[in-house]
């Protein structure tokens, strides 16, 4: 089995900012691609960001210039850096990730449980 565990939501200021990580553990031989959707209420869940292997990034428009995703591999580890925050930021964020859990498997996503943002003065 595998988890991916997040941290790091909470109150921010509108233009203030947050460090969303995501560490995945368990059985995992290859990380592959992970990523970071939110929903906020009433919404359907978006894709926000994702970044590959070899680290290369995808960005939802509305987040451009604004988030920053990485991640670490020794760590199995993906963060966000969310800065100059919105209002309409606010969601539940969730973290995903494409593991193969033993040589030779293909990859199957995993979701973490969420991490609530709220962005209010």
């Known amino acids: 089995q595998v988890q991916l565990v997040e941290s790091g939501g909470g109150l921010a200021q509108p233009g203030g900012s947050l460090r969303l990580s995501c560490a995945a553990s368990g059985s995992i031989f290859m990380l592959y691609g992970m990523g970071w959707y939110r929903q906020a209420p009433g919404k359907q869940r978006e894709q926000v960001a994702t970044i590959t292997r070899g680290s290369a990034t995808y960005y939802t428009e509305s987040v451009k210039g604004r988030f920053t995703i990485s991640r670490d591999n020794a760590k199995n580890t993906v963060y966000l850096q969310m800065n100059s925050l919105k209002p309409e930021d606010a969601a539940v964020y969730y973290c995903?990730?494409?593991?193969?859990?033993?040589?030779?498997?293909?990859?199957?996503?995993?979701w973490g449980q969420g991490t609530q943002v709220t962005v209010s003065s």
């Open positions: 995903t990730a494409d593991v193969s859990p033993e040589r030779g498997t293909s990859p199957r996503g995993y």
